[in-house]
């Protein structure tokens, strides 16, 4: 559904069913969409536990299920924080179904296998390395000396041009890239028309970011 449907400039919902179906899409567009693929790989990942162990996965879910899921995940090696996302997604259908949650740490027998499999597994969390200014300096030639192919030319210039508005505004990699199966948004995605540059600064206009997804659009200089 367009996002004019809730701008004041689209038709306003005339029956009950209508609005309830205003009301799902904005339930949809409640979380991002890395949110909703890392949920539906986490609910797929619970879903194929049922089955390898013949358990149906009636909601609300008991104790036992998921302390087993627990089990499972952690000796098929994930880690702490994937096991956490697991179960947020778990957490997140039986909310959606209509359930009420109780807390994982306030239903003991998943509260203490979680933390026995945090204590064996440990809670380390590896993260990349970072690009440096050396690194950008030593492609900087061999990004010159692709440029000189025509057919490159544009190509790699605009790739270079990303790095550097990357790197130099701190930015993630999703305010770059469209890495996603949905199509690009012209009210999310980065455009050149966000790009202000003065004789001092370049100021970058981010629509929606990691620490803000609702439009507060901050500017990165």
């Given at each position: 559904m367009s996002r004019c449907m809730f701008l004041g400039c689209g038709p306003v919902p005339t029956s009950w069913d209508e609005l309830?179906?205003?009301?799902a899409t904005l339930r949809e567009a409640a979380r991002a969409l890395n949110s909703k693929l890392t949920y539906a790989t986490g609910w797929r990942s619970f879903?194929?536990?049922?089955?390898?162990?013949?358990?149906?996965?009636?909601?609300p879910l008991s104790d036992d299920m998921v302390a087993?899921?627990?089990?499972?995940?952690a000796t098929e090696g994930k880690t702490i924080s994937t096991i956490k996302t697991y179960l947020c997604a778990v957490r997140a259908?039986?909310?959606?179904?209509?359930?009420?949650?109780?807390?994982?740490?306030?239903?003991?027998?998943?509260?203490?296998t979680l933390q026995?499999?945090?204590?064996?597994?440990?809670?380390?969390?590896?993260?990349?390395?970072?690009?440096?200014?050396?690194?950008?300096?030593?492609?900087?030639?061999e990004v010159q000396r692709m440029r000189q192919d025509p057919k490159?030319?544009?190509?790699?210039g605009a790739v270079?041009?990303?790095?550097?508005?990357?790197?130099?505004?701190?930015?993630?990699?999703?305010?770059?890239?469209?890495g996603k199966p949905d199509p690009f948004h012209p009210f999310r995605g980065l455009r050149r028309g966000d790009v202000d540059i003065s004789r001092q600064r370049i100021w970058l206009r981010l629509r929606v970011a990691k620490t803000a997804q609702f439009g507060e659009e901050p500017h990165v200089s």
């Open positions: 309830m179906q205003r009301a879903l194929r536990y049922c089955a390898r162990f013949g358990r149906p996965p009636s909601l087993g899921y627990i089990t499972l995940l259908v039986q909310l959606d179904a209509g359930y009420a949650f109780v807390p994982w740490q306030e239903r003991h027998l998943v509260y203490m026995g499999a945090r204590r064996l597994l440990g809670d380390s969390h590896k993260r990349m390395a970072a690009i440096t200014i050396d690194m950008l300096t030593q492609m900087a030639p490159l030319r544009v190509w790699i270079w041009a990303a790095m550097l508005v990357g790197f130099f505004g701190m930015l993630r990699k999703d305010n770059l890239t469209k």
